[in-house]
């Protein structure tokens, strides 16, 4: 069974790859499905997907992690709170922005999210940026603005509000990535702490220490290095935040979301984009991302591109105008090379 593969201990490179494939497909059944809802609008369509994201989680976790999983969450660790602000972003501008504009405008906006980490790295964090990536940014600006120009001069003011709604959900993504980046530092810091101190005299070690009952370090007589007895530093288990992400955006839609007018069918829909399109799908990316290298997440991502606009073309009727297709062609280009070469120069 395919989410027997979430599991860590059963995760291995390959299956990594499978398991995100995966999940851009089902991530890209949203417009398809999204579009057979009739009579829910707007905010309550946001409203019931998260909030059947949120039990699907509580399912799919109590099936994974056992009885008492919700107990061992690390409630009090700010980056879970941080990573759950940022899915709560993704979560309710991502739904919102389909109920002002086509599918395809949104995945392509959506997808911007590594030219956003760029963006924040050069002029936040000081970092530089390499030409490619600077090639890559410029490459993507002109096929945005192809698509968007014949909206501008024709006043589409319903699109360019979903457009602007849309690019809130990069902006989320970049902040999780930027959040998954330190967290990978942090553990990064540690590990080598902990090599450090085990080096035996002469290599820069500490000598005659080894760990107290309490993680601490107690002298010992000869100063000969003793193995360490506690587990390797792991990245924190950031799927829970998944769990806060859908709760609040549930939360900030429940008052515009009233009176309720989904019917029963509608639910059936809804039911659909909780678990099939969310739950399931985020969970197996978050998985799927301490295995798969940045590069790699960032190329396989962009097959949603490619799988929702197929779909809803297939399922809804909904065809991509020319405009769409050969600005949305760039970005995806733009973007792909990119990840590219930056990973056969780090290779």
């Not at 976790?61 to 980056?79: A, Q």
């Not at 309490?214 to 100063?223: A, L, N, R």
Request: one cysteine or more.
């Amino acid at each position: 069974m395919l989410l027997r593969s979430l599991l860590p201990a059963a995760m291995s490179h390959r299956r990594a790859v499978v398991v995100m494939t995966v999940a851009t497909l089902l991530w890209a059944t949203a417009g398809v499905f999204a579009r057979q809802v009739q009579g829910a609008q707007g905010f309550e369509i946001t409203f019931w997907r998260s909030v059947l994201a949120l039990l699907s989680m509580l399912l799919l976790l109590r099936w994974w992690r056992g009885p008492g999983f919700f107990g061992r969450i690390p409630w009090r660790e700010p980056v879970l709170w941080l990573s759950g602000l940022c899915w709560t972003t993704m979560f309710t501008a991502f739904m919102m922005a389909l109920s002002f504009t086509t599918v395809a405008n949104v995945l392509v906006l959506s997808a911007l999210g590594p030219v956003f980490t760029a963006l924040v790295n050069r002029f936040v964090l000081g970092n530089p940026l390499p030409r490619r990536t600077w090639f890559a940014i410029a490459m993507a600006g002109v096929g945005i603005f192809y698509i968007y120009a014949a909206q501008l001069t024709l006043g589409h003011d319903r699109k360019l509000i979903g457009s602007l709604i849309a690019l809130l959900v990069p902006v989320g993504a970049s902040a999780q990535w930027i959040l998954m980046q330190r967290e990978q530092q942090r553990v990064r810091r540690l590990v080598q702490q902990r090599l450090a101190s085990e080096l035996p005299l002469g290599q820069g070690g500490v000598t005659g220490l080894v760990p107290g009952s309490m993680g601490g370090e107690t002298p010992v007589p000869d100063g000969t290095p003793q193995p360490r007895s506690e587990a390797p530093p792991a990245i924190r288990d950031m799927v829970p935040a998944l769990l806060i992400g859908a709760a609040l955006s549930a939360l900030i839609c429940l008052p515009f979301s009233v009176p309720f007018q989904a019917t029963l069918p509608d639910m059936g829909w809804l039911a659909l984009l909780g678990m099939v399109q969310l739950a399931i799908p985020c969970s197996m990316a978050v998985v799927a991302s301490r295995v798969l290298h940045a590069p790699e997440l960032s190329l396989l991502a962009l097959l949603e591109i490619i799988f929702g606009i197929l779909l809803t073309w297939w399922g809804a009727g909904e065809i991509p105008g020319p405009n769409v297709a050969i600005g949305g062609a760039l970005v995806i280009v733009a973007l792909a090379l990119n990840e590219i070469l930056g990973w056969r120069q780090t290779e």
